[in-house]
């Protein structure tokens, strides 16, 4: 039995890189791996206002419900003005002893960073999901970088090459059938766009809601789930009509509910995408996709053929207009969608990606 030590700040929260290393974590083959999770709730940040997501008791029990063991440690404050964003008031070290496991895997952004940067004998499988940060520590066996654009600035900025592997994300996707929001919106018979987003201002987008509006018709909607409060705002001050905010969840059907009311996903993000689990989720209900340039493009390389990237909301609002439009173009889209996430981004084969990584890993 390999045993493996999943460790992330904020681990049971249901961003992004959480839900990753949740769905691997769950997903390994427990007859063949001893899973640890460690993780703590949202600590307040010294030296930013961000507020990381807290824990969500759902994905406890999820990761639990498929045999992993879930351990929570404490943190007092995360400390961003120290380049290793160190962990302050942790008990981290009483709970935690690397010498108890054959493998760590983490999930972060590239620099040295605690706890880490202070973990030197157990081999660490990285996983990085910023770009432009990389360094070479002796017993960082592999680096998982989530898209090929990402893949590039991590070995432009130092990275060894030998070690950079190339996987996406994997997202665990329940089958919820049919049920929608349609019919309990009245929406029946509406046209109807979507972005899922974490609750975080840093991240929000103006340009699909500014897109949307050029476009609003009595036929048309556009529905929200989660995201920041300044998507809510500005459906105020746009004066849409049909425009509707669900509440931010980690359960998976009513993410799944509201991917199923969807015609075409709308995605936006200020800083761009590595490789976006809304994405994904919205790939595996076979849905169009509209995004946007921004200073990462891993959206680009997730759409694909999907849909389109687009400069600004004038074009995003054209694009909007042909889905709705050209039957044939919107098939097309739909297809390809159905095509990349089946051949990508399929759970079963990315997290057999995982498995081989971590034998070769256990076994260097």
Not at 174 to 190: A, I, L, M
Not at 229 to 245: C, I, R
Not at 279 to 304: C, D, N, V, Y
Request: aromatic share 10%.
């Amino acid at each position: 039995m390999i045993k493996i030590a999943f460790i992330k700040f904020g681990g049971m929260a249901i961003g992004g890189t959480e839900k990753v290393l949740q769905t691997i974590a769950a997903e390994l083959p427990k007859d063949e791996f001893i899973v640890d999770y460690f993780y703590c709730d949202a600590a307040p940040y010294i030296g930013s206002d961000f507020k990381h997501i807290d824990t969500d008791p759902s994905r406890v029990e999820y990761v639990k419900e498929h045999g992993v063991n879930a351990i929570k440690f404490n943190v007092e404050f995360k400390d961003v003005t120290k380049p290793t964003h160190d962990w302050i008031n942790t008990d981290f070290w009483d709970i935690f002893n690397e010498d108890d496991y054959d493998l760590i895997q983490t999930g972060r952004s590239g620099h040295p960073e605690y706890p880490f940067h202070m973990i030197n004998k157990t081999p660490i499988v990285d996983s990085i999901h910023l770009s432009g940060m990389a360094e070479n520590k002796p017993n960082s066996l592999k680096t998982i970088l989530i898209s090929n654009e990402q893949r590039d600035r991590w070995i432009a900025s130092g990275g060894p090459v030998d070690r950079a592997v190339t996987i996406p994300n994997p997202l665990s996707i329940p089958d919820v059938g049919d049920v929608n929001y349609r019919e309990e919106f009245g929406w029946e018979d509406k046209f109807i766009f979507g972005l899922h987003q974490r609750r975080d201002n840093h991240i929000f987008s103006p340009l699909p809601l500014e897109a949307y509006d050029e476009i609003e018709t009595d036929d048309t909607a556009f529905l929200l789930l989660g995201g920041s409060e300044s998507y809510q705002k500005q459906a105020k001050d746009l004066g849409l009509k049909n425009f509707k905010h669900l509440p931010t969840t980690g359960e998976l059907e009513p993410i799944h509910k509201f991917l199923n009311t969807l015609n075409v996903y709308a995605h936006g993000r200020s800083d761009g995408e590595q490789c976006s689990s809304s994405i994904i989720e919205g790939l595996s209900h076979h849905l169009p996709m509209i995004s946007h340039t921004a200073t990462s493009m891993g959206q680009k390389e997730q759409i694909g053929d999907a849909g389109e990237v687009v400069e600004d909301y004038l074009e995003y609002s054209d694009v909007m207009k042909n889905l709705m439009n050209n039957k044939n173009y919107y098939v097309v889209c739909k297809l390809n969608a159905e095509k990349r996430y089946r051949e990508i981004y399929d759970v079963p084969s990315i997290i057999s990606k995982f498995v081989t990584l971590y034998r070769e890993a256990a076994n260097a």
